[in-house]
């Protein structure tokens, strides 16, 4: 199992970015997937996840309406656009897959992540 986030960089306040997940080693169409962040000082987190057909998302209350996650199973590809950033948005991004097909709130669910992307939201 193969994951590699990409996308990150320097955004000001107010900005946007789109990160993805580059997947290979098993079939992405089978497993939900997420995403998670670390920031300095502070737990891993996980902030979003989509079920393995894409039909259902989860969504952390700090990101709800700000952040999409969305996936393209064809091309082995997981995204997260991420809009109106805050400077607590700081911190590395991680893609995540999970045990299981769905959607799934739970931190304990993932089993791989792959080599973060930096954020850093500042003016």
């Known amino acids: 199992v193969q994951l590699q986030a990409s996308g990150g960089g320097l955004v000001q306040p107010g900005g946007s970015l789109r990160l993805s997940c580059a997947t290979s080693g098993f079939t992405l169409g089978s497993y939900g997937m997420g995403w998670f962040r670390q920031a300095p000082g502070k737990e891993r987190e996980l902030i979003t996840g989509?079920?393995?057909?894409?039909?259902?998302?989860y969504y952390e209350d700090s990101v709800k309406g700000r952040f999409t996650v969305s996936r393209d199973n064809a091309k082995n590809m997981v995204y997260l656009q991420m809009n109106s950033l805050k400077p607590e948005d700081t911190a590395v991004y991680y893609c995540?897959?999970?045990?299981?097909?769905?959607?799934?709130?739970?931190?304990?669910?993932?089993?791989?992540w792959g080599q973060g992307t930096l954020v850093t939201v500042s003016s």
């Open positions: 989509i079920s393995n057909s894409g039909s259902s998302r």
């Open positions: 995540a897959r999970a045990r299981l097909p769905w959607a799934t709130a739970d931190k304990h669910d993932y089993e791989y």
